[in-house]
């Protein structure tokens, strides 16, 4: 039977060289060739733990067409992994297209656990871990990062987001001017020399932007919506009210809707329990 190659997607270190697995490190040296993001850059890795496996560019510009040539080594029997110039590719870095294409044919992959910047800062933040959304890099285009914003500006859990040292303060603004004022924790250079923990609110930031150092790569947690959670017996004295003042249930569900941010099933079902006559 023809032996069919192995897609390894390996996480290398953010910052500091020691953070990478015994067996990322063995992967790396028995593998025929490693797609790296950046050769040049992970090439200091690479002679750091003496890995000698050749190295191609495999990048967000050439991503497509070099995943033919890999799709091809791989059925041919040869086991590749793909690295990126810090942390686990696919996490706003390129490999998601291979991927899916190692997917198709059936192919075997490996993700193998290790380096990524967010969730140290998430931990450190001293924000609520139990449950988070990743954004990562807000979308370039006003109407797309709009519609993202609007639509998680009621999200509970904390959110957790990338963003270019030049770009924070358009950044913060945008997302004060859409979830109003939080706590939130930015994290600088995670895992580097100058690793720094910033832990303030939104607001405090905008009208003190010089407290943070605007270089290197930032994480930033935003704590979760605090929207108040309404009782249904408070939102069935709010029907009530309503519909005794001459509203029928029809119109009451869409104003309770409107004045809570309560969703619509719930509220409807309420009035449907509520024992008044239009």
Known sequence: ???????????TPIGNLADITF???????????????????????????????PMISYHKFNERKRVVQLISKLQNGED??????AGTPGISDPSSIIIKEAIINDLQI?????????????VASGLNCERFQF??????????????????KNNENTLIFYEAPHKLQKFFQKLFDYLGDRKIAIVREISKIYETFYRTTLKNIIEEPEQIVEKGEFVIIVEGSLKSII????????LSKLIKNGETKKTAVKLVTKETDEQKNRIYQLALELDINE
């Open 1 to 11: 039977m023809k032996k069919i190659g192995i897609l390894y997607i390996v996480p």
């Open 23 to 53: 067996r990322a490190v063995d992967v790396l040296k028995k593998v025929s060739i490693i797609g790296a993001e950046d050769t040049r850059n992970s090439k200091k890795l690479l002679n750091h733990y003496n890995i000698e496996t």
């Open 80 to 85: 590749i992994a793909i690295i990126s110039d």
């Open 110 to 122: 490996e993700v193998l656990p290790g380096a990524t910047a967010f969730i140290p800062a998430l």
């Open 135 to 152: 954004i990562g890099f807000l979308p370039e285009k006003n109407k797309t990062r709009d519609g993202l914003l609007e639509n998680i």
């Open 231 to 238: 009782s249904d017996s408070e939102l069935k004295d709010k």
